[in-house]
Nanobody, 120 residues
Framework: QVQLVESGGGLVQPGGSLGLSCAAS????????MGWYRQAPGKQRELVAK???????NYADSVKGRFTISRDYAKNTVYLQMNSLKPEDTGVYYC??????????????WGQGTQVTVSS
């Protein structure tokens, strides 16, 4: 069983910063891509940022220059540092990971989500 556990959401004023983290636990061989998605009320879930096993990153245009994704390979953890937050960044943020199980079959997993609210 593999679990992704997120932490770090909350309420922040516009222009403020928040950091999210997501740790993978369980029995697996390794982790390939890890990423963050978000879903605002009434909208579809969208990609925010992704980081490959090799450390390559890509970001949604709306967050480029403000958000930074990183990962700690030893801790099986992905981070999202969010700066200069805007009200439109509000939503539930979900961690996502492509996990190689010990059978070397890759499965995609989602975290439970953490609420980020940007409001004055």
């Amino acid at each position: 069983q593999v679990q992704l556990v997120e932490s770090g959401g909350g309420l922040v004023q516009p222009g403020g910063s928040l950091g999210l983290s997501c740790a993978a636990s369980g029995s697996f061989f390794g982790i390939n891509d890890m990423g963050w998605y978000r879903q605002a009320p009434g909208k579809q879930r969208e990609l925010v940022a992704k980081i490959t096993r090799g450390g390559n990153t890509n970001y949604a245009d709306s967050v480029k220059g403000r958000f930074t994704i990183s990962r700690d390979y030893a801790k099986n953890t992905v981070y999202l540092q969010m700066n200069s937050l805007k009200p439109e960044d509000t939503g539930v943020y979900y961690c996502n990971a492509d996990v190689l199980r010990r059978s070397l079959t890759q499965y995609n997993y989602w975290g439970q989500g953490t609420q980020v609210t940007v409001s004055s």
